[in-house]
């Protein structure tokens, strides 16, 4: 079981990103995929997630308006953008699969995709 | 919206100490509480679910407890691979929120 995410972005102010997180090892539409930020030093901060199977999202009040969350079920890939970037957004995003029988804990993470935003 | 206020900060400690590590949450919340534990430079890694249940693999010195919005994480006995920082999260109304995480160091 494991969660493999796309390779490191540098962007400009105002560019947006595009994250992917493909999963393996058991039934992708089963469980939620939920997107955790980390900018150095810091701590954690939880972006948004999504339910593979229905679509549905939630995300953060923060990112609301420059967060969008998609997947393509037959690659088993989640996907996460993220538009009008700042300085403020660099950082490592992890995706994390959230397990519905551990009370929704994220028991599996992705190795982490360094975002660098800069002019 | 639910907040998390997690200490201490930091604390230093020794090989074999008890820790104790706790997350007050600011109101009344149900017990999707978890707790990870992160090294430098690697993803978190998942300790304990539902406030007080250890998830698969994890060894039995680190418990978590309950009363009433202060949630407790325990490592019994502190071992060197221990250090590391550990940070609760709680999900409530479909929305995840993190405390700011505690860092353990070698004291």
């Known amino acids: 079981v494991q969660l493999v995410q796309s390779g490191a972005e540098v962007k400009k102010p105002g560019a947006s990103v595009k994250v992917s997180c493909t999963a393996s090892?058991?039934?992708?539409?089963?469980?939620?995929i939920n997107w955790v930020r980390q900018a150095t030093g810091q701590g954690l901060e939880w972006v948004g997630g999504?339910?593979?199977?229905?679509?549905?999202?939630a995300s953060a009040p923060k990112f609301q308006g420059r967060l969008t969350m998609t997947r393509n079920t037959s690659i088993t890939t989640a996907y996460m953008e993220l538009t009008s970037l700042r300085s403020e957004d660099t950082a490592v995003y992890y995706c994390?699969?959230?397990?519905?029988?551990?009370?929704?804990?994220?028991?599996?993470w992705g190795q982490g995709t360094v975002v660098t935003v800069s002019s | 919206d639910i907040q998390l206020t997690q200490s201490p900060s930091f604390l230093s400690a020794s090989v074999g100490d008890r820790v104790t590590i706790t997350c007050r949450a600011s109101?009344?919340?149900?017990?999707?509480l978890a707790w990870y534990q992160q090294k430098p430079g690697k993803a978190p890694k998942l300790l304990i679910y539902?406030?007080?249940t250890l998830q698969s693999g994890v060894p039995s010195r680190f418990s978590g407890s309950r009363s009433g919005t202060e949630f407790t994480l325990t490592i019994s006995s502190l071992q060197r691979e221990d250090f590391a920082t550990y940070y609760c999260?709680?999900?409530?109304?479909?929305?995840?929120?993190f405390g700011g995480g505690t860092k353990v160091d070698i004291k």
């Open positions: 539902a406030a007080s």
């Open positions: 999260q709680l999900l409530n109304s479909f929305r995840y929120t």
């Open positions: 999504m339910n593979p199977n229905s679509d549905d999202t």
């Open positions: 090892g058991y039934t992708f539409t089963s469980y939620d």
């Open positions: 109101q009344d919340t149900n017990s999707y």
């Open positions: 994390a699969r959230a397990d519905y029988y551990s009370y929704d804990a994220f028991d599996i």
